[in-house]
Protein backbone atom coordinates (compact mmCIF):
# COMPACT_ATOMS: atom_id res chain seq x y z
CA UNK A 1 0.00 0.00 0.00
CA UNK A 2 0.69 3.68 -0.27
CA UNK A 3 3.51 4.72 2.06
CA UNK A 4 4.21 8.28 3.06
CA UNK A 5 7.48 8.62 5.37
CA UNK A 6 8.81 12.10 6.85
CA UNK A 7 12.24 13.11 7.99
CA UNK A 8 13.75 14.03 10.33
CA UNK A 9 11.52 12.21 13.05
CA UNK A 10 12.68 14.64 15.22
CA UNK A 11 14.08 18.14 15.29
CA UNK A 12 14.85 20.10 18.52
CA UNK A 13 16.51 24.33 17.43
CA UNK A 14 17.66 27.25 18.54
CA UNK A 15 14.69 30.16 18.64
CA UNK A 16 15.74 32.15 15.48
CA UNK A 17 16.93 29.12 13.32
CA UNK A 18 15.64 28.02 10.67
CA UNK A 19 13.77 24.31 10.59
CA UNK A 20 12.82 22.13 7.44
CA UNK A 21 11.19 18.50 6.79
CA UNK A 22 10.85 16.61 4.39
CA UNK A 23 8.08 14.37 3.00
CA UNK A 24 8.28 11.07 0.55
CA UNK A 25 5.66 8.87 -0.77
CA UNK A 26 6.10 6.17 -2.73
CA UNK A 27 3.47 6.41 -4.53
CA UNK A 28 2.76 9.74 -7.17
CA UNK A 29 0.11 11.80 -4.97
CA UNK A 30 -2.86 14.04 -6.30
CA UNK A 31 -2.17 16.29 -3.94
CA UNK A 32 -0.38 16.81 -0.42
CA UNK A 33 -1.81 18.51 2.83
CA UNK A 34 0.28 19.55 5.54
CA UNK A 35 -0.98 19.96 9.50
CA UNK A 36 0.09 20.84 12.50
CA UNK A 37 -0.47 19.29 16.16
CA UNK A 38 0.73 21.04 18.95
CA UNK A 39 1.40 18.58 22.15
CA UNK A 40 -1.43 17.30 23.62
CA UNK A 41 -4.16 18.65 20.49
CA UNK A 42 -5.46 18.04 17.62
CA UNK A 43 -4.11 18.38 13.80
CA UNK A 44 -4.86 21.32 12.11
CA UNK A 45 -4.69 22.03 8.73
CA UNK A 46 -1.95 24.25 7.24
CA UNK A 47 -1.83 24.28 3.65
CA UNK A 48 -3.11 22.45 0.35
CA UNK A 49 -0.38 21.30 -2.55
CA UNK A 50 -2.02 20.75 -5.87
CA UNK A 51 0.61 21.16 -8.71
CA UNK A 52 3.45 19.81 -9.92
CA UNK A 53 6.68 22.30 -8.35
CA UNK A 54 4.13 24.42 -6.74
CA UNK A 55 5.35 26.34 -3.90
CA UNK A 56 3.00 28.34 -1.57
CA UNK A 57 3.83 30.45 1.35
CA UNK A 58 2.31 31.49 4.54
CA UNK A 59 4.60 33.97 6.66
CA UNK A 60 7.42 32.36 7.68
CA UNK A 61 6.34 28.73 6.30
CA UNK A 62 6.92 27.91 2.90
CA UNK A 63 5.66 24.79 1.81
CA UNK A 64 6.80 22.88 -1.65
CA UNK A 65 5.31 19.64 -3.94
CA UNK A 66 8.00 18.55 -5.84
CA UNK A 67 7.93 18.12 -9.45
CA UNK A 68 7.33 14.65 -9.46
CA UNK A 69 4.41 14.63 -7.17
CA UNK A 70 6.12 12.23 -4.67
CA UNK A 71 7.85 14.16 -2.20
CA UNK A 72 7.28 17.78 -0.68
CA UNK A 73 8.62 19.98 2.30
CA UNK A 74 7.73 22.54 4.50
CA UNK A 75 10.75 25.25 5.66
CA UNK A 76 9.92 27.59 8.47
CA UNK A 77 12.49 30.59 8.71
CA UNK A 78 13.50 31.89 11.97
CA UNK A 79 11.63 29.49 14.20
CA UNK A 80 9.48 30.78 16.94
CA UNK A 81 8.73 29.66 20.31
CA UNK A 82 4.90 29.17 18.87
CA UNK A 83 6.11 26.61 15.93
CA UNK A 84 6.56 24.31 18.68
CA UNK A 85 4.53 20.98 17.85
CA UNK A 86 4.72 17.73 15.02
CA UNK A 87 4.38 18.52 11.01
CA UNK A 88 2.39 16.31 9.42
CA UNK A 89 2.24 15.89 5.44
CA UNK A 90 -0.72 13.78 4.07
CA UNK A 91 -1.30 12.82 0.81
CA UNK A 92 -3.77 10.67 -1.45
CA UNK A 93 -3.48 8.84 -4.76
CA UNK A 94 -7.03 8.05 -4.35
CA UNK A 95 -8.82 11.01 -5.81
CA UNK A 96 -9.65 12.95 -2.35
CA UNK A 97 -11.42 10.49 -0.53
CA UNK A 98 -9.04 9.77 2.14
CA UNK A 99 -5.77 10.30 3.29
CA UNK A 100 -2.16 8.53 4.04
CA UNK A 101 -0.77 10.82 6.57
CA UNK A 102 3.40 10.75 7.19
CA UNK A 103 5.12 10.20 10.20
CA UNK A 104 5.42 13.15 11.26
CA UNK A 105 8.41 15.73 12.72
CA UNK A 106 8.55 16.49 16.16
CA UNK A 107 9.97 20.12 16.32
CA UNK A 108 11.14 21.79 19.82
CA UNK A 109 12.11 25.49 19.72
CA UNK A 110 14.54 26.93 22.72
CA UNK A 111 13.92 30.29 23.92
CA UNK B 1 -20.58 26.06 15.36
CA UNK B 2 -19.02 23.49 17.90
CA UNK B 3 -16.86 21.92 14.60
CA UNK B 4 -16.18 18.33 15.58
CA UNK B 5 -17.07 17.11 18.66
CA UNK B 6 -15.72 13.77 20.36
CA UNK B 7 -17.47 11.63 23.36
CA UNK B 8 -16.09 10.64 25.87
CA UNK B 9 -12.44 12.52 26.09
CA UNK B 10 -10.82 9.78 28.46
CA UNK B 11 -11.46 5.98 29.15
CA UNK B 12 -10.40 3.40 30.54
CA UNK B 13 -11.51 -0.05 29.85
CA UNK B 14 -10.68 -3.87 30.47
CA UNK B 15 -9.74 -6.62 28.04
CA UNK B 16 -13.02 -7.83 26.47
CA UNK B 17 -14.96 -4.99 27.63
CA UNK B 18 -17.01 -2.92 24.41
CA UNK B 19 -17.55 0.88 23.63
CA UNK B 20 -18.93 3.23 21.56
CA UNK B 21 -16.71 6.81 20.62
CA UNK B 22 -19.41 9.22 19.28
CA UNK B 23 -18.35 11.87 17.00
CA UNK B 24 -20.43 14.33 15.55
CA UNK B 25 -20.21 17.56 13.59
CA UNK B 26 -22.22 20.46 12.70
CA UNK B 27 -20.92 21.55 9.40
CA UNK B 28 -22.99 19.03 7.09
CA UNK B 29 -19.84 17.48 6.01
CA UNK B 30 -19.96 14.31 3.99
CA UNK B 31 -16.78 12.60 4.65
CA UNK B 32 -15.67 11.47 7.92
CA UNK B 33 -13.09 9.69 9.47
CA UNK B 34 -12.03 7.66 12.45
CA UNK B 35 -7.97 7.12 12.95
CA UNK B 36 -5.99 6.94 15.82
CA UNK B 37 -2.37 7.69 16.94
CA UNK B 38 0.44 5.89 18.53
CA UNK B 39 3.57 7.19 18.91
CA UNK B 40 6.27 7.56 16.12
CA UNK B 41 3.45 6.24 13.82
CA UNK B 42 1.76 9.17 12.92
CA UNK B 43 -2.23 8.97 12.17
CA UNK B 44 -3.47 5.76 10.57
CA UNK B 45 -6.85 5.36 9.13
CA UNK B 46 -9.59 2.99 10.57
CA UNK B 47 -12.62 3.29 8.82
CA UNK B 48 -14.01 6.41 6.83
CA UNK B 49 -17.36 7.37 5.38
CA UNK B 50 -18.34 8.99 2.29
CA UNK B 51 -21.89 9.99 2.84
CA UNK B 52 -24.98 8.91 5.58
CA UNK B 53 -25.23 5.32 5.43
CA UNK B 54 -22.14 4.10 3.93
CA UNK B 55 -18.70 3.07 5.24
CA UNK B 56 -15.47 1.78 4.60
CA UNK B 57 -12.11 0.36 5.67
CA UNK B 58 -9.05 1.69 5.83
CA UNK B 59 -5.39 0.61 7.00
CA UNK B 60 -6.12 -0.49 10.69
CA UNK B 61 -9.52 -2.08 10.25
CA UNK B 62 -9.77 -5.20 12.45
CA UNK B 63 -11.11 -4.71 15.84
CA UNK B 64 -13.33 -1.72 15.33
CA UNK B 65 -16.40 -1.49 13.54
CA UNK B 66 -18.28 1.78 12.66
CA UNK B 67 -21.60 3.06 11.74
CA UNK B 68 -22.74 6.41 9.93
CA UNK B 69 -26.76 6.09 10.58
CA UNK B 70 -27.51 10.16 10.21
CA UNK B 71 -24.83 12.54 8.36
CA UNK B 72 -23.72 14.62 11.15
CA UNK B 73 -22.94 10.83 13.46
CA UNK B 74 -19.83 8.74 13.13
CA UNK B 75 -19.74 5.82 15.70
CA UNK B 76 -16.68 3.84 16.54
CA UNK B 77 -16.98 0.60 18.46
CA UNK B 78 -14.72 -1.61 20.20
CA UNK B 79 -16.48 -5.17 20.42
CA UNK B 80 -13.89 -6.49 22.92
CA UNK B 81 -11.09 -4.58 23.67
CA UNK B 82 -7.87 -5.50 23.83
CA UNK B 83 -4.29 -3.75 25.14
CA UNK B 84 -3.26 -3.12 21.58
CA UNK B 85 -6.20 -0.91 21.08
CA UNK B 86 -4.69 1.41 23.78
CA UNK B 87 -4.62 4.66 21.63
CA UNK B 88 -5.25 8.21 20.91
CA UNK B 89 -8.33 8.79 18.70
CA UNK B 90 -9.54 11.02 16.55
CA UNK B 91 -12.12 11.74 14.36
CA UNK B 92 -12.12 13.92 11.15
CA UNK B 93 -14.78 15.74 9.03
CA UNK B 94 -14.24 17.30 5.58
CA UNK B 95 -16.72 18.52 2.81
CA UNK B 96 -15.32 16.85 -0.13
CA UNK B 97 -11.82 15.07 0.11
CA UNK B 98 -10.13 18.94 1.22
CA UNK B 99 -9.13 20.08 4.43
CA UNK B 100 -10.04 17.74 6.60
CA UNK B 101 -11.67 19.07 10.58
CA UNK B 102 -10.13 17.21 13.70
CA UNK B 103 -12.08 16.58 16.59
CA UNK B 104 -10.15 16.65 20.32
CA UNK B 105 -9.36 13.28 20.45
CA UNK B 106 -10.14 10.52 22.75
CA UNK B 107 -7.36 8.90 24.71
CA UNK B 108 -8.21 5.22 25.16
CA UNK B 109 -6.72 2.99 27.70
CA UNK B 110 -7.05 -0.94 27.51
CA UNK B 111 -5.44 -2.99 30.45
Known amino acids: GQQVMQIPQYQHVQEGEDFTTYCNSS?????IQWYKQRPGGHPVFLIQLVKSGEVKKQKRLTFQFGEAKKNSSLHITATQTTDVGTYFC???????????FGTGTRLLVSP | NAGVTQTPKFRVLKTGQSMTLLCAQD?????MYWYRQDPGMGLRLIHYSVGEGTTAKGEVPDGYNVSRLKKQNFLLGLESAAPSQTSVYFCASTAYGDTQYFGPGTRLTVL
Open chain 1, 90 to 100: AGTNTGFQKLV
Open chain 2, 27 to 31: MNHEY
Open chain 1, 27 to 31: TTLSN
